[in-house]
């Protein structure tokens, strides 16, 4: 049977030039970057290296960059950190209702710390206005969190204009609060990060979105603010987060980096190519479906419909049978009868973002995998629907 995988915001395909650059450290190459000896030195020369291609893919220095196991640790770091080393300045947060589980739920435990958060509503695009960022700010605020492209609809918020309000709120203020931080796992690779452009202080970003290797992921870290680490051990990422380097792992995240760096105009226009595609077959052949999230500020790999009349779990399950890898919604959070909690932030009823399904598109996409989708979508559309008495009620409502 053929395989068509369009789950790429879950995760990635391992790029076999990656693999290539791991396997000498899965084998031979296997001393501990913290060793004195040689196997020690050239493990740590391979880490150095793959910190240098990771910070050029967001315009950073390598020193500004902290290894983590992903962007959940990166995410957890980022807040816990710069709440634990900032807590006695000010104790509220800024967020949006939208973030990653990461973010979402590391606000729930610092609000378990006494800390204070403000979750932030978006648009019905999906979009956080920055005036409700600027209404939200307080004098005792330390961090603002708003992820740059969001998982589900691919969103793109504006990061910039919230850097340009922090910069004069801090101006004004004669302080470096509040500290701005950017989960920027599904933004990476998908469109150009650069951390000056953006005005971030800190980002988060994850190996196996980018074709790399699982169990790899940076936080980068403006020199100059502190943090505290939540990983304690040795004196591993200057003191930042202990643990032995996944010294594959980053030799992998270094290399899937370098070539999404060399890549990523022509990724973009590849993905957004097929993504339109996939959008303009969807709505051409099926009826009663909606797209959700931006016409036009978003990623160009991710599409996510709502098909009123059906359950998108069935739908997803029926797809899997014909050979179609998707999802509806969030990895982690699929398996939960939970239902989208972005999509309910948009403001969509109950039913519609039950039946809700997300495509993600890669690199590795082609033409005739998306044919075959648009092929094997509306007949397993229409045959879930027959079974819908309200789907029914509406045919017969429209037929003469
Ligand atoms: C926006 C966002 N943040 C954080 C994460 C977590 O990254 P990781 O899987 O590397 O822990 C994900 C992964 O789905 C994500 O999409």
Known sequence: MRRVYLDNAATTRLDPEVLEAMLPYLREEYGNASSIHTFGQRARAAVEEARVRVAELIGADPSEIIFTSGGTESDNLALKGIAEAHGQRGRHLITSQIEHPAVLESCRALERRGFEVTYLPVSPDGLVRVEDVHAALRPDTILISIMLA?????????????????????????????????????????????????????????????????????????????????????????????????VPAIVGFGRAAELTRQQLPDRIRHMRALRDMLEQGIEERIPFVLRNGHREQRVPNISNFSFRFLDGEALLIRLDLRGIAVSTGAACSSGSLEPSHVLLALGRPRDLVQGSLRFSLSKDTTREEIAYVLEVLPEEVERLRAMSPQYLERLAARDP
């Open 150 to 246: 969001n998982n589900e609809i691919g969103t793109i918020q504006p990061i910039r204009e919230i850097a340009e309000l922090v910069r004069r709120v801090r101006a004004e203020r004669g302080q470096p609060y509040p500290y701005l931080h950017t989960d920027a796992v599904q933004a990476v690779g998908k469109m150009p990060v650069h951390v000056d452009e953006l005005g971030v202080d800190l980002l988060t970003f994850s190996a196996h979105k980018i074709h790399g290797p699982k169990g790899a992921g940076a936080l980068y870290l403006r020199r100059g603010v502190r943090l505290v680490r939540q990983m304690d051990g040795g004196h591993h990422e200057r003191d930042r987060r202990s643990g032995t380097e996944n």
